[in-house]
């Protein structure tokens, strides 16, 4: 892995804001919503090879 040099007019270091409240709870719904899709998907794929 190659570090990244900076071009000269341009500063990668980046401060972001704190997520407030809500932004986390959208943030975590989505990431369960999203799991439980995948979890969903890769056991039904598991179990379709197990029965063949």
């Known amino acids: 892995m190659a570090l990244i040099k900076e071009p000269k007019n341009i500063d990668l270091n980046i401060k972001s804001k ?9 943030f975590r719904l989505l990431m369960k919503k999203l ?10 794929t598991s179990k379709r090879k197990a029965i063949k």
């Open 35 to 44: 799991k439980n899709k995948k979890s969903q998907t890769s056991t039904n």
């Open 18 to 26: 704190e997520w407030s409240e809500r932004d986390l709870k959208d």
